[in-house]
């Protein structure tokens, strides 16, 4: 069983978008155990990614995949790992630098997302990369 | 007032995306008049397309864009254009080519995104583009 550790700042606020990443997660379930930690603040999340060897950060100047890159990747990632794989979202505010510094940068698109968007669309990503790593019919 | 034209194929499926969407479409009332229009199947989306002189296709090979940029691009389209314009996103097969040999193509992300959640992500943008304009807090 993969593992997946999400840390965050803030609850996800919006009701749709708890929806739309519980979709996502329960599709998961057979294939990634996710653990989503969402810290009250910055310095909290910052004392949550220090007690973490390795952790892959989310920010608009990161690597871009496009989703079969990113599958590539994430299984890479993973193989490296023991199966354990810690990414971190900013908050409204983004990374702070000593942050990102020890972490590996990867983009999701150059445009700036919300954090809260950026939840659902990496989790909704990292779905795709399962199946297009498993050659379902998910992504044609 | 500023005009917007969404066409795709099918209804936006899931209620939290519904919601979403919403969401961003009631913040855009006071500046962009939204018209969705979303088509029973491709060959209805081809037909609506057809009628139009000018429109901008979502497609992953699209141009891609950080938020100042496409806020810049889409307010250069709106005044090149007499204020209106035209989205077009395909069904989950994407694009037909001979839609995207008329249409100007940009990107999200070199990621692909379900058809849905593009819509979702596209609207946040219009947004985000329009608040960059106005020098708002919303894109720090």
């Not at 990161?62 to 079969?68: D, L, N, R, V």
């Not at 810690?86 to 983004?94: F, K, S």
């Amino acid at each position: 069983m993969l593992k997946l550790k999400l840390i965050g700042v803030g609850k996800t606020k919006e009701k749709w978008l708890h929806d739309g990443m519980n979709e996502y997660i329960k599709r998961l379930k057979s294939s990634v155990q996710i653990e989503a930690m969402w810290a009250k603040d910055d310095a909290q999340l910052m004392e949550w990614t220090q007690k973490e060897n390795h952790y892959l950060c989310m920010d608009p100047s990161g690597q871009t995949f496009t989703s079969e890159e990113f599958s590539l990747f994430l299984m890479r990632q993973w193989e490296a790992r023991g199966s354990r794989l810690t990414m971190v979202i900013g908050g409204a505010e983004g990374l702070k630098p000593e942050l990102k510094q020890r972490g590996v940068l990867i983009s999701l698109s150059p445009l700036t997302f919300t954090h809260q968007i950026t939840r659902l669309v990496l989790i909704e990503q990292i779905y795709r990369a399962i199946e297009i790593d498993k050659g379902s019919l998910y992504h044609k």
